[in-house]
Nanobody, 111 residues
Framework: QVQLVESGGGLVQPGGSLRLSCAVSGGDFRGANVHWYRQAPGKEREWVARITAGGNTNYPDSVKGRFTASRDNAKNTVYLQMNSLKPEDTAVYYC?????WGRGTQVTVFP
């Protein structure tokens, strides 16, 4: 059974940084693409990053240049480095891998 556990969220001021982690267990992590999504209150879930099994990354324009996804296959973990955070980045952040979702981690950007 695949399980994903996100961590690293918190409260940060605008312009600050956070690094989220997503630990994956129970599946073929090394051969899998991993996606990050976020969902703000009252809004639909929004895709924010993809990292392929080979380490290639893609981002929407809303976070490009500020967010960076990476992975450590030895630790079965994917990271999302978020810099220059804005209040509109406030959301619950989820990772998705092998058709499984984690429970999310809250990120709040608040002056």
């Amino acid at each position: 059974q695949v399980q994903l556990v996100e961590s690293g969220g918190g409260l940060v001021q605008p312009g600050g940084s956070l690094r989220l982690s997503c630990a994956v267990s129970g599946g073929d992590f090394r051969g899998a693409n991993v996606h990050w999504y976020r969902q703000a209150p009252g809004k639909e879930r929004e895709w924010v990053a993809r990292i392929t099994a080979g380490g290639n990354t893609n981002y929407p324009d809303s976070v490009k240049g500020r967010f960076t996804a990476s992975r450590d296959n030895a630790k079965n973990t994917v990271y999302l480095q978020m810099n220059s955070l804005k209040p509109e980045d406030t959301a619950v952040y989820y990772c998705n891998c092998l058709s499984t979702w984690g429970r999310g981690t809250q990120v709040t950007v608040f002056p």
